[in-house]
């Protein structure tokens, strides 16, 4: 067991990373039979399949880690670099009620979720990409780069603002990112906020290793101490690794959350950039495979038709 976080918060965690892992896979694929009450069928696969998988996972690894930390504080907030991976973002948006905020249609149950869930990439629906529709959202989620800026302008002249943000490993290679890791010594001090860099070292970047991926963690670790943090890993997805990094008594902590690429999907790796099975539809062998990992999240235990969520 954790040192810092104890069962049942490790438990409470791991079911949050479940429950959104199976919706952000529902919004990529399904257009009905949501809660699988009977094996998919071709019908129910939306005839155009669009969005991102790859980094689906890691974003909800960090978003619940992140939440439960820093659960009851006020002033937290948390900026997404890979906004790519917007269908994580949503799962967690809805799972909290704030996706309900500004859409009335996104209620907390199954009215609700087959909502979210035929209308993303849909048409009059939610694009594949996080948007100024989404809340708190501030630029389209396909423009990579600007996340670490935009977290260091949200707590200027704010001192009691605390902003975790995950950065992509490809993301991180963009001019804009890596300049931005200067802010840190510019910013620093008692008369702003805190900003809490979390690069998601995943290895690839649409159909190669991203660069940051090929350096030796030696080398990783040189480059972010030379803009002044101090670099945590964590490895994996499990919340206990997690935990235990976010509450090490560190000075400016750059945390490298490094998992697989598509996580917890039927591929990894590259392959599983975008949408890893291609055509469920047609394909009777990709749609048992499609079948089997929505069945591997136990979504049944987290969310019913009745009772809506059971977390």
């Known amino acids: 067991m954790s040192g810092h976080a104890d069962i049942k918060t490790l438990e409470r965690i791991r079911k949050r990373i479940r429950f959104c892992d199976y919706l952000s896979v529902a919004q990529l694929y399904l257009r009905d039979n949501f809660l699988l ?32 930390y820093f659960k009851g504080n006020s ?13 994580a973002l949503q799962a967690n948006l809805f799972l909290d009620g704030e996706l309900l905020k500004v859409d009335e249609k996104a209620t907390l149950d199954y009215d609700g979720l087959s909502y979210i869930c035929k209308k993303f ?6 694009p594949s990409h996080a948007s ?8 389209e989620g396909g423009e990579l780069g600007y996340a670490l800026a935009n977290a260091y302008g949200k707590v200027l002249g704010h001192p009691e603002r605390v902003i975790a943000v995950l950065i992509g490993d490809g993301e991180l290679e963009t001019a804009t990112a890596l300049a931005s890791l200067n802010l840190r010594d510019l ?13 998601h070292l995943n290895g690839y970047k649409i159909s190669a290793p991203s660069i940051y991926a090929r350096r030796s963690e030696r080398e990783l670790n040189e480059l972010v101490r030379g803009f002044g943090f101090s670099p945590v890993w964590i490895y994996g997805s499990d919340p206990e690794a997690f935990q235990d990094a976010l509450h090490k008594d560190v000075d400016a ?29 047609k394909n009777k062998d990709e749609l048992e495979v499609l079948n089997s990992w929505l069945i591997s999240y136990g979504f049944n235990e987290l969310f019913s038709k009745d009772d809506g969520v059971k977390i």
């Open 37 to 68: 009450e009977r094996p998919l069928e071709p019908g129910d696969i939306k005839p155009r399949l669009l969005g991102h998988w790859g980094t689906c996972h890691g974003i909800n690894v960090a978003y619940a880690n992140l939440k439960s």
């Open 75 to 87: 002033n937290y907030s948390f900026v997404l670099g890979p906004g790519h991976g917007f269908p």
């Open 121 to 126: 990439s849909w048409p009059d629906g939610f």
């Open 132 to 139: 100024p529709m989404t809340p708190s959202v501030i630029t």
């Open 187 to 199: 910013l620093c001090g008692p008369r702003n906020g805190r900003v809490i860099p979390i690069l």
């Open 253 to 281: 902590p750059f945390y490298i959350l490094k998992t697989e690429k598509g996580e917890t999907g039927p591929n990894r790796y590259h392959e599983a950039h975008q949408i890893p099975l291609k055509e469920p539809a």
